[in-house]
């Protein structure tokens, strides 16, 4: 069986095709598939990864004629995880709409004329956000809780959601939305993402550099580590997809944090010192768009198929310095 | 004010056309706006309606081109009822997503382009469906019940509702949707929407023919009479577009009534024999997805901006009749 991830020179989609390659199998339908290719597609390359089964797809996603290079016969399993992040696809409409529009839809449609010519029925895995949410919202929100997205990336993954569904429902793929927590600690640079921050107020301040936090101190948050988003792109594929029922979409479980609690659990972690760094500027573009974002959810759901979120933020802020090779202040 | 009617060589698009030209004004931020120009797009040409402010515009929704001579800077007002129906966006995918998906976006960015050149940001009512909704449902729909269609016109709909709410959220136009009841009864001829019957079983026995009702006599169904729909469509235009508040979106009043209480309406309206031509044969095609949408509605939201329904399916007969030139059995 051959794997795309889309999105592949990204953070996630790197951590994932390291995760796909170290264990060499995906199951499905209940029996181990080895994975015997898995394309990487993405803008730009990704670093190299140094293994045959590898393969490297760069160029637009949504041009048919570069997802025509990155999926074929083989293909039996697709992470669509490319996309134009919440406050680049604000500032830039044209832009959110191609990627996380037009690309989404290309996929599919490619995936289709497959599935019409050959007869496969690839699983899709395809991450959607809690951006979809917004405006006034029961106290809880449920996986049946009504979207009203307030930002165009919300709307442009809500509609990704819609077309995902219907091809699943027509047949044409087997296609598996889950609604990812924002994603923290996230290594590397600050980015478009409107909850940027959510990242960038611990990994900064281990870097030894000041970061801002530009909500309100109480801004609840609804977090997943990366450790954790990986092992549920990894269950969302390998899950049956009768086992989704009528809805082929899922709210992944997380953890409710503010700024304040990921700041002190930084202070209990790693000292005063890392927690100072950060400064609470609050910048009107960025509250706009994270406030409407819910904060407490019902993820019976997921938690019922096997899906789990962190222990503690106090954990995630470990085993991202694990992972970043940051010893303990 | 010049007024753009798509569909408009359909059956709404061409009495609300009738209706407008009659009333020669809508009224906008509190002031009657004269008409000076309607234009009607539609793939075929409407009857000539010998009107020097009705203008024809022939071709592809979907096209630029052709939505660029339909809409121009004196555009103030947009009803886009073009749309394929549920039956047939269903046996023909592509063109469903082209038509009720690819031209409402071609519509929403002609309109943005006029909007960036000349600031204009011209009101928009979008007709949807009850045929967003669908799977496991509260007793009663409510304005923000989650949509899951489970049919693809559906889901195209569902997608156009997202795009107008962003757009209108941007700014770009002024956008309203209303998701209309089933129509009944329908004047013409059966079409390809799976609620066809919905019409027929009425329309088809007052024309002395036979007509077969394809569900269960007690299927619920939601209607709304033309000129309900009508009336609907210039209040959903009228009113001012801060009042929808954070939604866009708005579920029309209707009634709530089964074949099998329509049939004993036309029973008590027009007579026994009028009733007796209609036969039971039940159609699992078209169960399958009259099936899925909800018949028990809240929709207080709209009856508080001065939406309304239909007094009893005996009157909407009768109203039928009257319009039809029909004498009573």
Known sequence: MHVLITGGAG???LQLARLLLKRGTLEIDGKPAAISGLTLLDVIAPPPLDDARVRVVTGDLS??????????ARTGAVFHLAAVVSG???????????????????????????????????????????AVYGGALPAVVQDDTALNPQSSYGAQKAIGELLLSDYSRRGFVDGRVLRLPTIS???????AAASSFASGILREPLAGEAANCPVAPDTPLWLLSPRGAIAALVRGMEIDGAAFGERRTLNLP??????????????????????????????ARIENIVGTWPAAWNTARALALGFQGDESFDAVIRAYMEDAGIGKA
Chains 1, 2 share one sequence.
Do not use: Y
């Open 88 to 130: 680049q696809a604000e500032a830039d409409f044209d832009l959110g709409m191609r990627v996380n529009l037009d690309a989404a839809r290309a996929l599919l449609e490619t995936c289709r004329a497959l599935h019409q010519r050959h007869g496969q029925r690839p699983r899709v895995v395809f991450t959607s956000s809690v």
């Open 185 to 191: 600690v996230r290594p590397g640079k600050p980015n």
């Open 254 to 283: 997380g953890l409710s944090v503010t700024p304040a609690q990921m700041v002190a659990a930084l202070r209990r972690v790693a000292g005063d010192a890392m927690a100072d760094r950060v400064t609470w500027q609050r910048e």
């Open 11 to 13: 953070f996630l989609g």
């Open 63 to 72: 041009d048919p004629a570069v997802l025509a290079q990155a999926i074929d």
